[in-house]
């Protein structure tokens, strides 16, 4: 199942490595999903059977792929398609926070190898691109469901190196949440998304979550029985 | 903290759950709190070690370690916020009333983390340091035996590299900046301690993003200020005072470099990032970590 970029990616890393080949079984997961992927693609390719993220820590990993393909297509849109009044100041933001999610977004491609699920087609079409408060009230959607999500498959996680990364990824989102959140006037948090008396994040699990980004999925799109959703 | 719907939700995950903490099993056998003798707030933690005898791991402090850890941290965050907010409303620290809001929140949050990590800690496991530790904002003209927020905890009392932190509002942002770029990478160093623990590990990561989103604001809060370096970011870029933007003195500096170590890395699990979206962007895409000990290094200059 390994690919020669898997190989490389991942040697010198020991840990990580042979974590990867202890989930041989989950591989087949993963491999037998790419047939089936192929095989429910009706003839006039309109309909797709949700693609089927596998268990284990493949399956955390794709959904954190899946979850950073979003977040990635959409900056990327924001900042091909700028909304009108832009500042230079949020621009370079945005462009910034773009170039982070497109790295996190390469970085799980290349860490899942022949694992990883397809590419996602996004669809925004709910999103006013040329309107100021759309583009940043949808940023402060991906940021906020993005930091509810890596909290909340945390403890799936059962490889200790890809609980750090989470760790390092989820930190940076929710730097952007906070960001974003000051653009449009906000405090950092509210009850939305802040338990006020405990003064913890609400996270979400991946049943929760799915949900909201399929919303934002056209052709295939998630489905993570073995993350209970 | 739904104990009882976690239960369910661990069956719903794992079929043999209740066959593994049958009391038939040996390993269960030996965990002789559990049971009528544990208190209903130590469930958590009680859980977590059921987790680990369930499953064959090591059972092992670090639970309550990591716990009284983050609650060294927590309480350092609590005080300082309590202080601070006491002097804007003496009208010694001149906090402009838009950004008053943010430090407010942040005040309620670090002292609702002190709430709750003392909740699932339990009296029994607070470490005896800890409890010595008070919250009370700190009088004006007088000096905690806790805490000292100038950086001077291990020398004169207040005479430390911002020993204007309660007077000065941008010293005060450096320092809140400081103490919350800790809080998010000291938590990500605890992570791997808690392990599959789904009670007290998901509590960890909620406080941690409540951590980095603090940071965040704190740093686009010093971002609108005068003087504020250029293009100085809610993310973390490079290391040293690229990374902190704080360069009032060489003490504070010297104080405040450790916080952003390693910060400068652009490879990730053994892969080098610089290439998708260049190298700037390969540090800011990834808050590192930080182990216990760099954390208290750099908590000793504040903490006595």
Redesign the interface.
């Known amino acids: 199942m390994k690919t020669t970029t898997q190989e490389s990616f991942l040697a010198g890393q020991g840990m990580a490595r042979r974590s990867f080949l202890r989930f041989a079984g989950a591989s087949a997961v993963a491999a037998g999903l790419m047939t089936s992927i192929s095989s429910c693609k009706k003839n006039d390719g309109t309909d797709f059977q949700p693609v089927d993220i596998g268990s284990g820590d493949l399956a955390v990993l794709n959904y954190a792929y899946a979850l950073e393909q979003l977040e990635a297509a959409f900056y990327t849109q924001v900042i091909s398609n700028p909304y009108n009044g832009i500042s230079a100041d949020e621009r370079a933001l945005l462009t910034e926070i773009r170039d982070h999610e497109v790295i996190h977004r390469e970085f799980f491609k290349k860490a899942l190898g022949s694992n990883a699920i397809p590419e996602l087609t996004p669809n925004f079409s709910a999103i006013n691109f040329s309107d100021r408060a759309n583009v940043l009230g949808a940023a402060k959607t991906f940021e906020d469901l993005g930091v509810a999500a890596y909290n909340g498959v945390g403890y799936m996680i059962q490889t200790v190196d890809y609980l750090v990364l989470a760790g390092k990824i989820v930190s940076v989102e929710a730097r952007h949440a906070a960001l974003i959140r000051n653009l449009l006037g906000l405090n950092f948090a509210d009850s939305t998304i802040l338990d006020m008396n405990t003064g913890l994040e609400k996270s979400q699990t991946p049943a929760q979550v799915i949900p909201q980004a399929n919303a934002f999925l056209q052709g295939f799109k998630i489905s993570a029985p073995g993350l209970g959703a | 903290m739904d104990i009882l719907n976690l239960f369910n939700d661990i069956q ?2 794992d079929p043999e759950f209740a066959d593994r903490i049958s009391p038939r099993r040996a390993a269960i056998k030996n965990i002789t709190s559990f049971g009528s003798k544990v208190a209903v707030a130590a469930l958590p933690f009680a859980f977590g070690t059921l987790f680990k005898k369930a499953y064959g791991q090591t059972a092992t402090s670090s639970v309550n370690d990591v716990l009284n850890f983050a609650l060294t941290a927590e309480l350092v965050e609590a005080t300082f916020y309590n202080t601070a907010v006491a002097r804007a409303t003496a009208g010694t620290l001149a906090i402009p009333t838009n950004d008053l ?2 430090i407010k ?2 005040q ?6 002190v ?2 990590l003392r909740s699932v800690l339990t009296s029994a496991n607070e470490s005896a340091a800890n409890k010595a530790r008070s919250t009370a904002a700190i009088p004006a003209g007088t000096f905690s035996t806790s805490y000292d927020y100038s950086g001077a905890a291990k020398g004169v009392p207040g005479a430390g590299p911002f020993s204007a932190v309660f007077t000065n509002y941008d010293i005060f942002l450096a320092v809140s900046q400081a103490f919350e770029d800790t809080g ?1 990478r000291a ?2 160093g605890q ?2 301690f808690l ?4 009670v007290v ?3 960890a ?13 704190i ?2 809060l010093r971002a609108t200020r005068a003087g504020a370096p250029a ?1 100085f ?3 973390v870029t490079g290391d040293g005072t690229t990374a902190s933007g704080i360069t009032v003195t060489a003490a504070a500096t010297a104080a405040t470099n450790p916080i952003y170590a390693n910060e400068a890395t652009t490879a ?4 080098e ?1 610089s290439g ?3 190298a700037k ?2 540090t ?6 930080l182990s216990t000990n760099d954390t208290l290094a750099i908590l000793t200059n504040f903490v006595k």
């Not at chain 2, 392990?195 to 789904?198: C, F, R």
């Open positions: 719903a995950a809001n943010a929140l942040i309620a949050d670090e002292n609702n983390h709430t709750f998010v938590y990500k992570a791997g392990k599959g623990n789904q590990l998901t509590a990561l909620n406080i941690h993003s409540v951590e980095a989103r603090h940071a965040a604001y740093r686009r293009n970011r809610s993310w990730q699990a053994g892969a990032l998708i979206a260049g962007a390969a800011e895409a990834f808050d590192e970590i």
